[in-house]
């Protein structure tokens, strides 16, 4: 299977335009993710990575933007899961953070963007 790679991640300005994706493996799309995340220290990039990687859970991923967004500690994952229920991540985290959200969970649990 082959994702959809935003050369430059739309978290850091990139558009959907064809000329700003490349299709790779998921273990090719979790290292380009590990060196935009190395070169540029972006949490959406680290996030992808280990999403992608398989080296964290989807659980370990809402705490991981849960602290990113400033979250952490207001919520356990089940008052979270509550919390988010019928909401669109835009709701919730607001429209950039949102959006980098949904694409990373999107790419990690089913290969697919929009």
Known sequence: MKHGHHIIPRHAGGTDDPSNIVYLTIEEHAEAHRVLYEQHGRWED???WLGLS???SGDDIIQMVLHEAGL????TLERWHKHIKGKSYEEIFGDERGQALREVRRERFTGQRN
């Open 46 to 48: 680290k996030i992808a």
């Open 54 to 56: 398989g080296s964290i």
């Open 72 to 75: 952490k500690g207001k919520y």
